[in-house]
Nanobody, 116 residues
Framework: QVRVVESGGGLVQPGGSLRLSCAVS????????MGWYRQAPGKQRDLVAR???????NYADPVKGRFTISRDNAKNTVYLQMNSLKPEDTAVYFC??????????WGQGTQVTVSS
C-alpha cells in the first residue's frame, strides 16, 4: 500500500515563504514523477509544479520565479519552496506521485493561507 503524506502548510503573510514536503512510502513501482497541485475554494485543482525522474521540471505560469520544486530520491520526498507568497496562492496543496505504470497516488492535502 502506498502512502503520500504532505506537510508544511500554514498561515503566512503576503511576501512570506513556506516549504511544503511530501513523502511517499510503501511498495511503489518506480516513481516517474512527483508534483504539487492546488485547489482554491470553488475552483478546479491545477498543477503548480512537477518534477520527473530525469530531474526536469515544469511550473505553472503564476508561480514561475517564486516557487521551486526539488526532490530527494533516496527519501522518495518532494519539496516545494514557496517564496514571495501572494493572497491568490491560498489553497489546499496536494501532492501527486505517478509510478512507472502511470498510476496516480494522491495525498490528503495541506492548507496554505496567505493573509495579513
Amino acid at each position: 500500500q502506498v502512502r503520500v503524506v504532505e506537510s508544511g502548510g500554514g498561515l503566512v503573510q503576503p511576501g512570506g515563504s513556506l516549504r511544503l514536503s511530501c513523502a511517499v512510502s510503501g511498495s511503489i513501482f518506480r516513481i516517474n514523477s512527483m508534483g504539487w497541485y492546488r485547489q482554491a475554494p470553488g475552483k478546479q485543482r491545477d498543477l503548480v509544479a512537477r518534477i520527473f525522474a530525469s530531474g526536469s521540471t515544469n511550473y505553472a505560469d503564476p508561480v514561475k520565479g517564486r516557487f521551486t520544486i526539488s526532490r530527494d530520491n533516496a527519501k522518495n520526498t518532494v519539496y516545494l519552496q514557496m517564496n514571495s507568497l501572494k493572497p491568490e496562492d491560498t489553497a489546499v496543496y496536494f501532492c501527486k506521485t505517478v509510478d512507472g505504470l502511470a498510476r496516480d497516488y494522491w495525498g490528503q492535502g495541506t492548507q496554505v493561507t496567505v493573509s495579513s
